[in-house]
């Protein structure tokens, strides 16, 4: 089943402690990008990439660490996670230079930081 | 830049109402795409529908129909005889051909439609 999955799902932590969530596609995609959805706001892109070692800088990254070592992975890493990066965050995935097509999304991962 | 605008933030009606949820967008591009997402209670982003800005032509799918009016930079979106499962938080979603080749979504902020039986 063609599929974005992100890991955790949930994740209650505090100030200061480095983490990580996974975001790891089967569709062979070139492209890949984080988003946070924070209410009012819609999603804003975090980081994005249009493939292996090739990231950059969305509208609201800072704070986020990303890399893309792997052509299906693509990990988002807070090194230092304050309150305000408390929200839900996305995974996509999609082909390159095809904005025409869907994008698919992973199932969210809802990050509290205390 | 580009800039996306879901003016309504909450909208209730009865099971059966039709409802409209607006969507205005801002780009200079000539060429960019427009998109509806729905996000139901368990969270999940779910595609509904992609409109190039060269195709004006409005869709049905089933009870769900998509307006697109390149005059007044609109794409509503109305869901006739309305159910509960209906209820969500639906997007309104822009992207151009230039950002990211065309990948990078820019949201509106979302409207919250509430179905009662």
């Known amino acids: 089943e063609a599929q974005v999955t992100q890991n955790p799902r949930y994740l209650i932590t505090v100030t200061g402690k480095k983490l990580t969530v996974t975001c790891s596609q089967n569709m062979n995609h070139e492209y890949m990008s984080w988003y946070r959805q924070d209410p009012g706001l819609g999603l804003r892109q975090i980081y994005y990439s249009m493939n292996v070692e090739v990231t950059d800088k969305g509208d609201v990254p800072e704070g986020y660490k990303v890399s893309r070592k792997e052509k299906r992975n693509f990990p988002l890493i807070l090194e230092s996670p304050s309150p305000n990066q408390t929200s839900l965050y996305f995974c996509a995935s999609s082909f390159t230079g095809t904005g025409r097509t869907e994008q698919f999304f992973g199932p969210g991962t809802r990050l509290t930081v205390l | 830049a580009q800039k996306v605008t879901q003016a309504q933030t909450e909208i209730s009606v009865v099971e059966k109402e039709d409802v409209t949820l607006d969507c205005v967008y801002e780009t200079r591009d000539t060429t960019y795409y427009l998109f509806w997402y729905k996000q139901p209670p368990s969270g999940e982003l779910v595609f509904l529908i992609r409109r190039n800005s060269f195709d004006e032509q409005n869709e049905i799918s089933g009870r769900y129909s998509w307006n697109f009016q390149k005059s007044t930079s609109s794409f509503n979106f109305t869901i006739t005889a309305s159910q509960v499962v209906d209820s969500a938080v639906y997007f309104c979603?822009?992207?151009?051909?230039?950002?990211?080749?065309?990948?990078?979504?820019?949201f509106g902020g979302g409207t919250r439609l509430m179905v009662k039986p």
């Open positions: 979603a822009l992207s151009e051909a230039e950002d990211n080749a065309g990948n990078m979504l820019t």
